[in-house]
């Protein structure tokens, strides 16, 4: 978790997740891409990143992650208030982070 907590909060909010993710790609990823990783955390497919579909893919990177966590990510990218990441929102944060 360390290696991901760059501001030394204690958790690893979103756009650390982002951060790290898009250390792993040296070019801007593809539609495909963007839209496979989308999927991943979208499990229902219903077009939105829930917050338990959230809990579950974070758990598999950092064990303990709470709701708590999750909201604060989920709120850190979540531009239309529904309380869910949609797909436009997650292809910003992913292609924004790659511009920085």
């Known amino acids: ?17 982002v ?5 792993q790609f040296f070019r801007e990823p593809t539609p495909a891409e963007l839209e496979a990783a ?3 955390f979208d499990q229902d497919k219903s077009g939105y ?3 338990e579909e959230l809990l579950v893919v974070m758990s598999r990177f950092k064990g303990n992650i709470t ?8 709120s850190a ?7 869910r990441i ?15």
Do not use: P, W, Y
């Open 1 to 17: 978790m360390k290696l991901m907590d760059n501001d030394g909060s204690g958790c690893v909010d979103f756009q650390e997740f």
């Open 19 to 23: 951060d790290v993710m898009a250390d």
């Open 38 to 40: 989308f999927d991943t």
């Open 49 to 51: 990143i829930s917050e």
């Open 67 to 74: 709701k708590s966590d999750v909201q604060k990510m989920i």
């Open 77 to 83: 990218v979540d531009k239309d208030r529904d309380n």
């Open 86 to 100: 949609n797909k436009k929102e997650f292809i910003n944060i992913v292609l924004n982070h790659n511009k920085n």
